[in-house]
């Protein structure tokens, strides 16, 4: 069947004669396309035939018929473009009627239908029938009957039923279009929840119903009066008015989802939250959290605001309650406290060089963080800060404070940073004369600050260098490093006993060449790879003088392991060096699949070739002359399944002094995480028992929207028991999220407190998430971290 052709210009223009059309339909074949709605050559409606077949007369061979309303001209809007199967135009009622698969656009709007009515006087349509209409932002509206005007931006609909473009339906005996923005429906309903595949009538997991409903693209909300809440189809709740995103932009102001639980020191509680979107760069979060053992509620807030070049993220709370200090061996009583914490992280991008930002930590006793489940943190850290980034050379300022909210039996001893400043420069490879290699200078300054008459420090420090890389013509990799470090301390109230102040130096020279040479070979009968590369470093330095004013600020934590065996001071910080000559060896070799899977292992020593005067603390494993074999045993096949091993064993016996166990399994749908550590102990640090400690979470999904987890962490040392015990249920579902988990958390030395907590969210698809910026994940759910 042929379709109607084009018409550019107004109707009322095309009054030509009947025969001069007759004859152009005849010329192209369109003899069968005539209406009978009169003789051509004059017949009984001669003027419904001129209107009927005008469309022909200009442009005989489109698909298509644009028509403009008699009020405009084609300047002044654009055309309705109309497509169908037949078409005929009533000049005295100034009406055009389609039908059969009838087409109709313009402004970017689609209207489908059986048959539709222009009136070209009103510039409206009527279509009936099968009723489509498609929005510019993918909206689609199905209807059994509507009445528009031209552009489709006002209009009324019955029975309708709309599909928004992210997939969230409405349903309405009647409907309103009023100027292309906003749709006002009565008995209606709304869910984002897509319909079932098997059953589509069947009803949707949650639901709205409400007497009248408003939908408002220019604000981006649906708004309900007298609305039920519905599960399944069944009322569960009433409100009169409620309001919430339409789902077709990302920020919206409105309420959250509310989370609920029971926590042995607070008793029920209930958090509600209130979003509101200030503008596209920023946002607040309010909350309010009441509780049935505490008096007055918690008060929260959440704030983010970005810039072209600079970020910030505030969040806090603000209650007034009792609680017990505990600090110094002592229990205090306090009441009605006013407490309250402030978390902020800002970054200022300043230029393509320079950047700044702030770091802020702050509680007002130590139990509220962990009473309130926002933090665990044993210290908390505030930082002002400022970098610099020019090619190979970098440069920092910092100030930093610290709170320890540890319950402890004496005064913590960390100091503040007052300040810190570091730089380090780098020359361009090869533009040494004669020797080649790389320059290198280091610089640093630091500050360290107590309250009291507590020991006070300020450091300098310099180091310029020299590095090589050579790679001789059979494969063997060569590392030149030679540098000159010079440190000057001035101490207040030095804690070895000395009163007033002393002042020292120190000048170390040290040569470190290391070399490996790696060999790889491709197997024939499997797709892989196998590498071994032994390695040797050689560390030659002089032997420091050990009567000294120098205090240990930052190198008491000193550990062998895999990651630091090479490195030409083994000692963190900058307070000790490593000092006098060694040999250090090793090896490492590794199995690589085409696929992804791999086995690699490594394992070495060193030798001090000065048995005396040894510099590192019992249990640091450098301690004797021959230091603790380490090592590591790492294998992952696909993504499935991961082993990483690390060991530290004594040189003299083979004696366990540290074990580092990270299992990991995916079988589908069930996943298992592990995670074993012992340590022996570290003299001059708070380390003074051993440590062993195991921790497990499991995954286990039971349906395809199914989710049950367990998690637990077991102390298996001096002070051995569980320390936290976990189980949670989740629910995936296309247009919901529900969580239920409980918690033990058993007393521990940090936090003094034991504690239950059970913790119910829900998260409903365009009403809301259970997690927003600003406020913590239950511990319980952050335990499935250790899953890759």
């Given at each position: 069947m042929f379709r109607l052709l084009s018409l550019t210009v107004p109707l009322c223009l095309l009054l030509q004669t009947s025969a001069a059309r007759a004859q152009l339909l005849t010329g192209y074949g369109f003899e069968d396309r005539?209406?009978?709605?009169?003789?051509?050559?004059?017949?009984?409606?001669?003027?419904?035939?001129?209107?009927?077949?005008?469309?022909?007369?200009?442009?005989?061979?489109?698909?298509?018929?644009?028509?403009?309303?008699?009020?405009?001209?084609?300047?002044?809007?654009?055309?309705?473009?109309?497509?169908?199967?037949?078409?005929?135009?009533?000049?005295?009622?100034?009406?055009?009627?389609?039908?059969?698969?009838?087409?109709?656009?313009?402004?970017?709007?689609?209207?489908?239908?059986?048959?539709?009515?222009?009136?070209?006087?009103?510039?409206?349509?009527?279509?009936?029938?099968?009723?489509?209409?498609?929005?510019?932002?993918g909206d689609i509206h199905l209807v059994d009957r509507a009445e528009y005007n031209t552009k489709l931006r006002n209009g009324h609909v019955e029975n309708l039923h709309t599909t928004l473009a992210d997939g969230s339906r409405f349903a309405a005996e009647t409907g309103d279009r009023k100027n292309g923005v906003k749709t006002i429906m009565h008995d209606a309903s709304y869910t984002p929840c897509e319909p079932c595949e098997n059953n589509p009538e069947e009803e949707p997991v949650w639901g709205l119903r409400a007497s009248k409903v408003i939908h408002d693209q220019e604000e981006h909300t649906v708004k309900y009066q007298h609305a039920r809440f519905e599960v399944h189809g069944v009322p569960v709740a009433y409100v009169p008015f409620f309001s919430h995103p339409d789902g077709t932009i990302k920020q919206k102001s409105g309420f959250l989802a509310p989370s609920m639980g029971y926590n042995s020191n607070l008793g029920a509680f209930a958090d509600g939250r209130y979003y509101w979107g200030i503008a596209p760069d920023?946002?607040?979060?309010?909350?309010?959290?009441?509780?049935?053992?505490?008096?007055?509620?918690?008060?929260?807030?959440?704030?983010?605001?970005?810039?072209?070049?600079?970020?910030?993220?505030?969040?806090?709370?603000?209650?007034?309650?009792?609680?017990?200090?505990?600090?110094?061996?002592?229990?205090?009583?306090?009441?009605?406290?006013?407490?309250?914490?402030?978390?902020?992280?800002?970054?200022?991008?300043?230029?393509?060089?320079?950047?700044?930002?702030?770091?802020?930590?702050?509680?007002?006793?130590?139990?509220?963080?962990?009473?309130?489940?926002?933090?665990?943190?044993?210290?908390?850290?505030?930082?002002?800060?400022?970098?610099?980034?020019?090619?190979?050379?970098?440069?920092?300022?910092?100030?930093?404070?610290?709170?320890?909210?540890?319950?402890?039996?004496?005064?913590?001893?960390?100091?503040?940073?007052?300040?810190?400043?570091?730089?380090?420069?780098?020359?361009?490879?090869?533009?040494?004369?004669?020797?080649?290699?790389?320059?290198?200078?280091?610089?640093?300054?630091?500050?360290?600050?107590r309250e009291g008459r507590a020991q006070d420090m300020q450091r300098l420090s310099m180091d310029l260098?020299?590095?090589?890389?050579?790679?001789?013509?059979?494969?063997?990799?060569?590392?030149?490093?030679?540098?000159?470090?010079?440190?000057?301390?001035?101490?207040?109230?030095?804690?070895?006993?000395?009163?007033?102040?002393?002042?020292?130096?120190?000048?170390?020279?040290?040569?470190?060449?290391?070399?490996?040479?790696?060999?790889?070979?491709?197997?024939?009968?499997?797709?892989?790879?196998?590498?071994?590369?032994?390695?040797?470093?050689?560390?030659?330095?002089?032997?420091?003088?050990?009567?000294?004013?120098?205090?240990?600020?930052?190198?008491?934590?000193?550990?062998?392991?895999?990651?630091?065996?090479?490195?030409?001071?083994?000692?963190?910080?900058?307070?000790?060096?490593?000092?006098?000559?060694?040999?250090?060896?090793?090896?490492?070799?590794?199995?690589?699949?085409?696929?992804?899977?791999?086995?690699?292992?490594?394992?070495?020593?060193?030798?001090?070739?000065?048995?005396?005067?040894?510099?590192?603390?019992?249990?640091?494993?450098?301690?004797?002359?021959?230091?603790?074999?380490?090592?590591?045993?790492?294998?992952?096949?696909?993504?499935?399944?991961?082993?990483?091993?690390?060991?530290?064993?004594?040189?003299?016996?083979?004696?366990?002094?540290?074990?580092?166990?990270?299992a990991y399994a995916d079988w589908n749908r069930f996943r298992l995480g592990t995670q074993y550590l012992y340590a022996s102990a570290l003299d001059g640090t708070d380390l003074t028992e051993s440590r062993e400690q195991i921790n497990g979470a499991a995954q286990y999904y039971f349906a395809e929207k199914w989710r049950g987890r367990l998690g637990a962490t077991h102390d298996l040392g001096v002070n051995s028991g569980l320390l936290q015990a976990s189980a949670g249920l989740d629910y995936f579902g296309q247009c919901v999220f529900l969580s239920l988990t409980g918690q033990k958390n058993f007393t521990t030395s940090a936090s003094g407190d034991a504690s239950t907590v059970v913790l119910f969210n829900i998260g409903l698809k365009n009403l809301g998430g259970f997690e927003q910026s600003g406020y913590r994940r239950p511990q319980s759910q952050q335990s499935l971290d250790l899953m890759p």
């Open positions: 005539l209406e009978e709605t009169g003789d051509a050559e004059g017949g009984t409606d001669n003027k419904n035939a001129e209107q009927s077949y005008a469309s022909v007369e200009l442009y005989d061979l489109e698909p298509a018929v644009d028509v403009y309303p008699l009020s405009q001209s084609p300047s002044q809007q654009e055309p309705v473009k109309l497509d169908a199967d037949t078409l005929q135009h009533d000049k005295e009622q100034k009406i055009i009627t389609a039908s059969g698969d009838v087409f109709l656009e313009q402004d970017g709007h689609i209207l489908r239908a059986d048959e539709m009515k222009y009136n070209l006087g009103t510039d409206t349509v009527q279509a009936s029938g099968l009723v489509v209409l498609n929005e510019e932002n920023q946002d607040l979060t309010i909350g309010l959290r009441a509780m049935s053992q505490q008096s007055a509620p918690l008060g929260m807030l959440a704030y983010r605001k970005r810039w072209e070049n600079a970020r910030l993220q505030a969040s806090g709370g603000i209650t007034v309650s009792d609680w017990q200090d505990k600090t110094y061996d002592r229990i205090i009583q306090r009441k009605d406290d006013v407490r309250g914490h402030v978390f902020a992280d800002g970054q200022w991008d300043i230029n393509d060089k320079w950047r700044s930002g702030v770091r802020v930590n702050w509680s007002s006793d130590d139990p509220y963080l962990r009473q309130y489940d926002f933090s665990d943190d044993n210290v908390l850290e505030n930082e002002i800060y400022v970098e610099r980034f020019s090619g190979r050379n970098y440069g920092s300022g910092r100030l930093i404070s610290y709170h320890d909210t540890r319950v402890r039996d004496e005064a913590p001893d960390q100091p503040d940073v007052l300040p810190e400043i570091f730089t380090s420069f780098q020359g361009e490879p090869g533009e040494i004369p004669l020797i080649k290699g790389t320059w290198t200078a280091q610089a640093s300054a630091l500050g360290l600050q260098g020299w590095k090589r890389r050579l790679v001789s013509d059979y494969g063997l990799l060569t590392n030149f490093r030679a540098n000159v470090r010079g440190d000057a301390y001035y101490v207040f109230d030095q804690t070895s006993g000395t009163s007033g102040e002393t002042n020292d130096t120190r000048l170390f020279p040290q040569l470190h060449i290391q070399s490996s040479y790696p060999v790889a070979k491709q197997l024939e009968s499997i797709p892989a790879q196998v590498t071994i590369e032994p390695i040797a470093a050689l560390t030659v330095a002089p032997k420091l003088d050990e009567n000294n004013d120098i205090p240990n600020e930052d190198s008491n934590d000193v550990q062998i392991d895999t990651s630091n065996l090479f490195e030409p001071n083994r000692f963190p910080g900058l307070d000790r060096i490593e000092d006098q000559s060694r040999a250090t060896y090793g090896l490492r070799s590794g199995l690589y699949g085409s696929d992804g899977s791999y086995g690699n292992v490594f394992i070495g020593q060193s030798y001090r070739f000065d048995a005396d005067h040894n510099p590192f603390p019992n249990g640091s494993g450098l301690q004797n002359q021959e230091s603790d074999i380490v090592g590591q045993i790492s294998a992952r096949y696909k993504e499935k399944y991961l082993l990483d091993y690390r060991f530290q064993y004594g040189s003299r016996n083979l004696t366990s002094q540290r074990q580092e166990v990270s």
